[in-house]
């Protein structure tokens, strides 16, 4: 089982549709991320969390809004996706962000299809 | 800045047979280095990591790495491939300075019975 929890598993949305993605993990990690995946491709990452603050940016479009609520939960609110969008979204986690570079626990990710 | 090279797209191998997926990065300081594995329909799990120290790493399921610094390589090697390895592996370098880990495009192994 991995110790990092996403919800939902599968999710399919409308262009117009607003959802979130969720991530959860309770291992005391401090840093959080969201990678976007596209299929036989390396994770390419979104968002990074450090201490609850935003601390990366990766110029992702404004149509994806990170969240992170407390230190062990993280979101990624969409509005307004396109059907580029469509991918297997990670949530990660890590002991620290920044320049500790530790090894990052993943989640078995949400399957997003924009229609 | 940092990359990583898998130069192996694809790998098939008979199980019981030794395996060994390469990577090579480029990074100016001492990396950090991880070999990450994917099973269909998963997340990435760690295999193992390099930070310092002996350069022959030990990891799970009985995967090894050896980080050579002159050849700007660290490969994964293991003896006697079973058929559950077959999945995609990621090799990444982390940058200390960016705080984020930069991911090879990844190997595909396909195991025959």
């Known amino acids: 089982d991995t110790e990092v929890t996403q919800t939902p598993k599968h999710l399919v949305m409308g262009m117009t549709n607003k959802k979130s993605l969720k991530c959860e993990q309770h291992m005391g990690h401090r840093a959080m991320y969201w990678y976007k995946q596209k299929a036989k491709k390396p994770p390419e990452l979104m968002f990074v969390y450090s201490y609850e603050k935003l601390s990366i940016n990766e110029s992702v479009p404004s149509r994806f809004s990170p969240e992170c609520p407390n230190s062990s939960l993280l979101n990624l609110h969409l509005h307004a996706l396109q059907p580029e969008d469509s991918a297997l979204y990670l949530c990660?986690?890590?002991?620290?962000?920044?320049?500790?570079?530790?090894?990052?626990?993943f989640g078995d990710g949400t399957r997003l299809s924009i229609l | 800045a940092q990359s990583v090279t898998q130069p192996d797209i694809h790998i098939t191998v008979s199980e019981g047979a030794s395996l060994e997926l390469r990577c090579n990065y480029s990074y100016g300081a001492t990396p950090y280095l991880f070999w990450y594995v994917q099973s269909p329909g998963q997340g990435l799990q760690l295999l193992l990591k390099y930070f310092s120290g002996d350069t022959l790493v030990q990891g799970i399921k009985g995967f090894e790495a050896e980080f050579k610094r002159s050849q700007s390589s660290f490969n994964l090697r293991k003896p006697s491939v079973h058929w559950s390895d077959a999945a995609e592996y990621f090799c990444a370098v982390g940058d200390t300075n960016a705080g984020k880990s930069t991911f090879g495009d990844g190997t595909t192994l396909t195991v025959k019975p």
């Open positions: 990660a986690s890590s002991q620290e962000g920044g320049r500790n570079n530790q090894p990052q626990h």
